[in-house]
């Protein structure tokens, strides 16, 4: 194939996300070829097939890309240790092989009496915790030397129960001497006082260490003051490296041991799922899939066809899954449980992240593909989600603008098959109110908008949005009844604090999902009502405010004010104009009033 990209490459490539991630390429048979880690997805996997200068081997790996799969991560760390678990797991054929099985470092905690911390490549179930894995071993070392120097903690492997240490068998060692231990091993410091370092510890290696740097910058200015700057620069970098640090992935951990993640997601017409198998607290499979709806299927029916396929097929033998809420179905064998808290947790909103991304990309193939399809789609679901009786192709929006009750305006916008169609826009100057009244001034400019469009015969919108609650929903009601359009016109609410959509007669508010497309229209349309009128708004208050200070003139009236605005644009320019330049737009008379006035100022 060269570098040149099928029509199914090229779609894929233009709809992949700009996060984090691993990619996988796949060959004509469907194996993996490739396996890739990316800060960027979308610019990393892009770069293959627009690249002129690619070496031999790489032009024959992108010859062989016949599907392209991604997992999107939280950090580029995450990307770089299941980048990691894969190639070890699948074996890609362009991929440099890990001959040694080279496994990343970790800090443990040891579980033991007067607990040591150290570095091991080897994890063990022996109560002990564990975290990491730390990609740079730089990093890790960076942070246990910070933790000595912070806390005196002992480095000897002795057995220091309190029998052991009762029998008065030890003696202190150098590193009492030299102040990095306090000798518990003769009771000179009690397992009370270094659990409180213990405590601290746990807290700086589960990312709470903000209060550990500020204690790093005291130790580094105690160290300037006293004229050690190579020692000042060496913790000066390692509040660097802890600014950077994260203290551990949802990749990898050593809390959860085999479990799968399963995570569904209702998309109307079809599920997406994704399923991860955890291995050793690793991530070694990762699948996400669409699956097109039948008969209305439940997804607790999805979770009992598609989970045992998925099993089989990636031969888990796991005996837990991690799902979003319990599914009433039973699958022998199989515990379902749903994380509140911790890794767990973490793996499932991983999973859940990777069903929205694969959700999305979707989407937007469907509308590079079939720009019709995707505008119907969401104008159908708009029409279900507010209980239209026609599609909503013509849907506008009211919002109101004040400053302290003064230049009172509100805007109208116009959406035409869920875009905006700025040139229908139009803007209200509030005529008939005094004072900040938002629903009367709501009421004047939904009952001018729909007077005009009914005496001009013009067609009405299938929907009204206006930005409020049922206030401004009330008044825009009485406009449309003194129009007797009450009925005609569908018109619902939108109160900003918690997106409640308000009905017509209707108590109770309507919570879309917050992704719903239905409400991100909506929330678009509210967004640009509220720019549109807060511009005119603004226009129209410095319009106001210019006018206002040329009319402290005597003698000049709103003739002679746009005369002057319309030569010298700005009242700045007016006061700095000479007296002939007044008189050659004004006449002498009046040129002479308005330069004194200015000059007096």
């Known amino acids: 194939m060269s570098n040149k990209k099928t029509e199914y490459i090229e779609l894929i490539l233009r709809t992949l996300p700009e996060n984090p991630g691993v990619y996988q390429y796949f060959d004509e048979s469907g194996k993996i070829i490739y396996v890739g880690k990316a800060k960027n997805l979308k610019k990393r996997v892009n770069s293959y097939f627009n690249k002129q200068d690619l070496d031999g081997k790489t032009r024959m790996l992108v010859r062989k890309i016949r599907d392209i799969q991604y997992i999107v991560v939280a950090t580029e760390m995450d990307a770089l240790l299941l980048e990691n678990n894969l190639i070890k797991k699948y074996q890609p054929r362009y991929n440099i092989q890990l001959k040694d099985d080279k496994t990343y470092p970790w800090i443990c905690v040891k579980n033991e009496a007067f607990p040591r911390i150290f570095s091991t490549r080897r994890v063990v179930k022996d109560g002990s915790r564990y975290y990491g894995p730390y990609p740079s071993g730089r990093m890790m070392h960076a942070l246990l030397d910070l933790i000595r120097r912070l806390y005196p903690l002992r480095t000897c492997g002795l057995d220091l129960s309190q029998n052991a240490i009762e029998k008065r068998n030890y003696k202190v060692c150098l590193e009492y001497h030299i102040g990095n231990c306090k000798g518990p091993c003769e009771a000179k410091q009690t397992i009370q006082e270094y659990n409180k370092y213990i405590e601290d510890i746990h807290d700086i290696l589960k990312g709470n260490i ?49 479990v799968d993640v399963f995570t569904v997601l209702d998309d109307g017409d079809s599920f997406f799922v994704n399923y991860l198998v955890i291995k050793s607290g690793a991530i070694i499979h990762a699948f996400t899939s669409e699956i097109k709806k039948k008969l209305n299927e439940t997804a607790a029916e999805v979770v009992g066809f598609a989970l045992p396929e998925l099993r089989e097929r990636f031969q888990s033998p796991s005996k837990e899954v991690l799902v979003e809420e319990l599914p009433d179905v039973k699958l022998e064998g199989i515990r379902f449980f749903v994380p ?18 694969y959700r999305m990309d979707k989407l937007k193939r469907q509308k590079i593909k079939d720009p019709e399809a995707h505008k119907n789609r969401i104008l159908t679901q708009i029409q279900k989600d ?13 919002d109101n603008s004040n400053f302290q009750g003064t230049n009172a305006v509100s805007a109208c916008v116009v959406f035409r098959d869920g875009k905006p169609s700025t040139k229908d826009y139009r803007h209200f100057t509030i005529q008939t109110v005094e004072g900040p009244d938002d629903f009367a001034s709501m009421e004047e400019a939904v009952y001018r908008r729909y007077r005009r469009l009914k005496e001009e015969d013009k067609p009405f919108p299938q929907l009204v949005v206006i930005d409020g609650g049922k206030g401004q929903l009330g008044s825009a009601l009485k406009a449309l009844e003194r129009l007797n359009l009450r009925g005609k016109i569908p018109v619902v609410g939108i109160a900003k604090r918690l997106e409640e959509i308000f009905f017509p007669g209707d108590s109770l508010p309507l919570y879309l999902d917050k992704r719903s497309e239905s409400l ?12 549109f009128g807060i511009t005119h708004h603004r226009n129209k208050r410095s319009k106001n405010s210019l006018v206002s200070e040329l009319s402290e003139i005597k003698g000049i009236g709103p003739k002679t004010y746009e005369e002057l605005m319309t030569h010298f644009k700005s009242v700045k320019r007016i006061r700095e104009a000479s007296l002939d330049s007044l008189i050659s737009v004004i006449g002498q008379a009046k040129a002479k009033i308005v330069h004194a006035y200015f000059n007096g100022m």
Request: contains cysteine; positive net charge.
């Open 520 to 531: 991100k229209v909506i929330q678009h349309m509210r967004n640009e009502a509220h720019r």
């Open 210 to 258: 903000s209060s550990v740097i500020r204690k790093i910058k005291v130790l580094m200015q105690e160290e300037a003051e006293a004229y050690r700057f190579e020692e000042a620069q060496l913790l000066k970098e390692k509040c660097e490296l802890l600014e950077n640090y994260k203290s551990k992935s949802t990749i990898v951990s050593p809390t959860v041991s085999e």
């Open 386 to 398: 507010f209980r239209l009786k026609e599609l909503p192709v013509h849907i506008e929006c009211f």
């Open 340 to 357: 509140q808290r911790g890794d767990k947790k973490e793996l499932l909103d991983l999973s859940l992240r990777n069903t929205r991304a």
